[in-house]
């Protein structure tokens, strides 16, 4: 099949849209796109495609109901005007949506929803009823919970974890950012890319601040790495200005495409490599980190040679090489302080001074996952 096709024939697509694209730069919700964007999908949606949207814009949308000049710096302000704007987001797609007889239902996550395990099942069970039910599941951060640490940040990366999630077929990334170009557009020389096949293709790019948007977060950097993400895990991604949505979702040769690159893995592991923060670190030897990354084995307390940080067991953890270069993320399972007394012993021999329990792994390679190498 032909990369156009995979972007036509998609049965269920996950968009993004950008906060600059759904609200006004005075502030306030632009319904006007907000329509063209609902239209958008319906058309897509009438040809049989499930349709996932996430949407940026509770934080823009709420700064001028609560009589602000600017996007709020401080979190704590960012959170209240996510949770005024939220609703009155929430609203205008209602209201859109509702025009053509279509319901919509919101959806708010946490990195945490979906790196634990029960969490994890519920968010996607959730998503999938909703598309049964003939709805269109609205995601976005849940903003006004969530901690520094716990952050997305940006909906880039979000959107990619959730196509991931919902098993889409591809990820449409909407915004005033219209394609990739090989350098800042204003820039002589630089141009736009029609397609971006793989690594080597980026490999050229100067991203050099371009597309920074005002009143969201993600610029061209975080768009890359979504596409990373999704087409890592074997979803195409289409990057387009928010106003050629619906030749964007036709398959028309609008903004840069990326050919998926590998294949579906585990969501969970997905999320633990790109979504949550590390509590702690495990100092590897050379063995240990052969082990894991080429051997794709458990890590056992003999390989670890020295434990850094403050986690509890089920704790996500990065392993790192002996030049301090993280290599993989893993859910640990000993809590710190038990971790010390049990390095460089083997299992059977801290079974035999300890019980049983002791012989399990430091991280089970089912809770593992190797990070790029950087
Ligand atoms: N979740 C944030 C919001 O809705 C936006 C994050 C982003 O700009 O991508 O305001």
Partial sequence: MGIRELVTTARKVVVKIGSSSVTKPEGGVDDGNIERLSAALLERRAAG???????????????????LARRPRDLATQQAAASVGQGLLIEAYTRAFGEHGVRVGQILLTSDDVIRRGHYINAERTLHRLLELGVVPIVNENDTVVTEE???????????????LVRADLLV????????????????????????????????????GVGKAGVGTGGMVTKI????????????????AASDASAALAGESVGTLFHPTGHRIAARLL????????RGRLRLDAGAVKAVIERRLS??????????????????????DEAGRSVARGLVNYDAVELPGLLGRSTRELAAALGAAYQREVVHRDDLVVLRRR
């Fill in 299 to 320: 890590l056992l307390p003999a390989g670890v040679v020295a434990v850094e940080g403050d986690f509890a067991a089920g704790d996500p953890v990065d392993l790192v």
């Fill in 150 to 164: 716990l952050r997305f940040g940006d909906n880039d990366r979000l959107a990619a974890l959730v196509a991931h």
């Fill in 49 to 67: 495609t499930s349709c996932v949207l996430v949407s940026s814009g509770a934080i823009a949308t709420g700064i001028r109901p609560l009589g």
């Fill in 225 to 240: 790495e979504a596409a990373r993400i999704a087409t890592s895990a074997g979803i195409p991604v289409v990057l387009a």
């Fill in 271 to 278: 999320w633990l490599a790109h979504a949550s923060s590390p």
């Fill in 173 to 208: 990334l909407l915004s005033d950012v219209d394609a990739l170009y090989t350098a800042p557009p204003n820039r002589p020389g630089s141009r736009r890319l029609e397609e971006v096949r793989g690594e080597a293709d980026l490999a050229e790019i100067d991203v050099g």
